[in-house]
């Protein structure tokens, strides 16, 4: 533990705590949102109504839990693949403050109406204009340390975390191109189809960039790290890299799908996203293969449970994508709950799996001590995968069946059902739902938990040892 | 050899990510602009209409709602003509949306008198029993306009003083309901699409009693909302005297009658329930 010394590591500890305060309020939005589907008695508008929160429930999310654990993730691993100091703590910290600033405009502009409503993008210009010094602070500091690194090799995981810094910035800047009103209002610098392709563009590939290559850096430095095993095969990482990042960028429009884009942006985009499944399965396999002769693992070791179950939910999800990026099925699925199920499982699955193991691996190291309760951690695994579990398949379920009504014909042509009808069957699949979201929400305070007791522990060890 | 050169590394990312950018997103802007996909009678938002936008996205209306009718049996068939890319030239953000916890609106535009707006708004179940919808009562509140004119500006939209000085007194629920009536009514699909019914227009439930009680469900589910409980009119006319053949009282039912508001039920209902309604109809009629 001794080479840890050095290392700007008090930077990462604010990250991953500023992170799970955010994934916190994500996860309890989340549940009041599903509730509010259910009982719209519980929307109270203007300000707590479904169309305000959900975006907060997102953007927590993605950017306040996905983006804030990112950044204390390759802050950690870059210094210690790179064998150096961050470049500048001091702009980490910065950094640190600016993100928790963002996050939290980010809330309250949301709350107060003030949305440019592109999925994901949000965020009203003069926010958006500090997600870009945020960012760009954050890619140089990485950037610097990579460069002036004194191990000559860079690992797999740099090479996920540099195509990460740059794609997010080029999707950004391009996403969020707009024509300021006033300084809550702005509209879009695109009109109509063309908005809708560039938003696509960017809300697929912020898949790509936010929730696909940063899990795989982490996965990529944590499996080895946690279970003593190395990745089975770096040369297949490294193609995989290369054709993820070039395919990606192709497959926006299967969000568009029978939309008036032009046929053959569409074709192109179903055509990239079956192809994707071959790199995307490669990350999968590196990770079943590295495990060859270690499967017992799954049972002592509980961070390799939740690394495994992470890339397997990836592998999932990665089949499950492709399928519904095809005309026939997205003619069919598109529109319906099927679509929440498939993304809850990339983001309470796979994501959030490989994150809780990435501060399950951490906390203790950052703190020199040991994991408060590994019990709590495998009731924090079981619960996670219940209530995730529950979400997806109920979804699934709602999807299908709800396709099919609205899909129902009589004899002469005509429509069986009309939509209202198809919509009260949906009703108890979203009570299942909402109980799923509990579950998961139940399992998060248990992380919580264990993760305050080991760093209080923690904390405790270092004052007794200085005495 | 990338292993040990950030720079290069970071550099060939970057063109590697722009091919897919190039080839999908930014060309794609030729295709779309092309001036034979242009719709001549589509027309730029009016202050009012814009405002109301500006709210049905400041309340995140897309969230649940799309805005894009697909070329496909269920949509058409539910909702109207498909959407064309000409129809969106003005939308700036597009608002397709991406979940249909409520129904599409791309079509909404004419499909309701602007009164049932009013109350669906206020109290959505008072419309649509069961609906999930929150209620936007508050939008009674009057419409900000002080930004108004800048809006139009950076939007290049035509407008007129007398555009703007006819906003005073508006609420934002005004501008809501002339956003609503806006949509999808921008080419003439509602007369060229409007359902014919072909074959005899026979009742086949004429005086059958046993139909009755099913039938007032229906009434009191689909129509009691604009017609009254007991047919004393509300938002429609009344309908305790209703003295018309069977086949004419259907064929209203069926595909509407826009000049008055009525919308089409033959969609949502089929005809097998719309005469079922006749019967129900004709029997108050009767007594």
Known sequence: MNQQEGYADEIVKGFIISSMVWGFVAVLLGVLISFQISFPELNIPPYLSYGRLRPIHTNAGVFGWGIGSFMAFFIYITQRLAKNRLWSPGLARVQLWLFNTVIALAAVTLILGMNRSKEYAELEWPVALLVVVLWVIFAVNIIMTIVKRREEQMYISLWYILATLVGVAILYLVNNAAIPVSLTKSYSAFAGANDANVQWWYGHNAVAMVLTTPPLAIFYYFLPKSTGVPIYSHRMGVIAFWSLIFMYLWTGAHHLLWAPVPDWVQTLAMGFSIMLIAPSWAAVFNGYFSMKGEWHQMQQNYLAKFLIFGITFYGIQTLQGPAQAVRTFSAFIHFTDWVPGHVHMGALGWVSLVLFAAIYYTIPRLYHTEIYSIPLADLHFWLAVTGQLIFSISMWIAGVQQATMLNATNPDGSLHYSFMETLIELYPYWYIRAGGGVIYFASLLVFIYNIAKTISAGKAQAVAQKA | ?287
């Open chain 2, 1 to 287: 050899m990338f292993e040990k050169r950030p720079i290069i590394l970071l550099l060939l990312a970057t063109a590697t990510i722009m091919v897919g950018t190039m080839v999908t997103m930014v060309a794609p802007f030729k295709w779309i602009n092309d001036p034979k996909l242009a719709i001549a009678s589509v027309k730029p938002y009016t202050p009012l209409e814009l405002e109301g936008r500006d709210i049905y996205i400041r309340e995140g209306c897309n969230n649940c709602h799309t805005q894009t009718v697909r070329p496909l049996l269920v949509d058409t068939e539910r909702y109207g003509e498909y959407s064309k890319s000409g129809e969106f030239a003005y939308d700036q953000p597009f608002l397709w949306g991406s979940r249909r916890n409520g129904p599409d609106l791309a079509r909404i535009g004419g499909k309701y008198p602007d009164a049932w707006h009013v109350k669906h708004m206020k109290d959505p179940q008072s419309m649509v029993p069961r609906s999930n919808m929150p209620d936007y009562d508050f939008l009674q509140q009057p419409l900000d306009t002080s930004v108004t004119e800048r809006k139009m500006k950076a939007l290049k939209f035509p407008y007129s003083q007398a555009d703007l000085a006819a906003l005073s007194g508006k609420s934002e629920l005004d501008a809501m309901v002339a956003y609503m009536q806006k949509l999808g009514n921008d080419i003439p699909w509602r007369k060229t699409g409007r359902a014919e019914v072909l074959g005899e227009l026979k009742n086949p439930f004429q005086d059958n009693m046993a139909v009755l009680p099913e039938a007032k469900e229906l009434y009191l589910q689909h129509c009691a909302q604009c017609h009254g409980r007991n047919l004393q009119g509300d938002v429609g006319p009344g309908l305790e005297d209703l003295d018309q053949p069977d086949s004419k009282l259907f064929g209203t039912i069926y595909s509407g009658s826009p000049d008055t508001g009525m919308p089409a039920y033959g969609d949502s209902l089929g005809k097998e329930r719309i005469w079922k309604l006749v019967t129900y109809l004709k029997s108050v009629h009767r007594r």
